[in-house]
């Protein structure tokens, strides 16, 4: 290109270098993990977590607004629920099956409940890495 193009600006809490940095990485959830979240009594499938956040699938992009904040959220992590949570939609997007994904921030979560879940995001992280274990592949 000749000519210049359109900049992207940065958003707070973005890197002063302009380029994405995760914190943390996202495990995937598989159907033998049991891993739901339940926002106002509705139970949605985790598709991956990570100790900041969780993506879910939905069937209408208008079940949520971005940057709406659901409290009195729960997660159920096999027989573990974690109750009382707050989250923030963050964003919709398409996912790779086509299906609608939210990915929602966890706001104010409790010390005792943040070393909870890292836990758990610990050994499924094991079982993932694991020879065949990856979610929806055949290895």
């Known amino acids: 290109m ?9 958003m707070p809490g973005d890197s002063q270098d302009g380029e994405r940095v995760r914190h943390s990485f996202r495990v995937p959830a598989s159907d033998k993990d049991n891993v739901l979240a339940v926002f106002y009594n509705k139970t ?25 904040i659901i409290e009195d959220a729960a997660l159920v992590l096999g027989s573990q629920r974690m109750s009382g949570l707050s989250a923030k939609v963050v964003h ?10 939210f990915g929602l921030a966890w706001l104010n979560m409790s010390l005792h409940d943040k070393k909870h ?7 499924m992280k094991v079982k993932v890495l694991k020879k065949g274990q990856f979610p929806g592949k055949n290895v």
């Open 2 to 10: 000749t000519e210049n193009s359109i900049e992207f600006q940065l």
């Open 44 to 68: 949605y499938t985790v598709v991956n977590l990570s100790p900041v956040g969780i993506a879910i699938h939905s069937d209408s992009c208008l079940e949520f607004e971005s940057g709406q």
């Open 92 to 101: 919709c997007s398409v996912h790779d099956s086509g299906e609608l994904q």
């Open 117 to 123: 879940l890292e836990t758990i995001l610990d050994k």
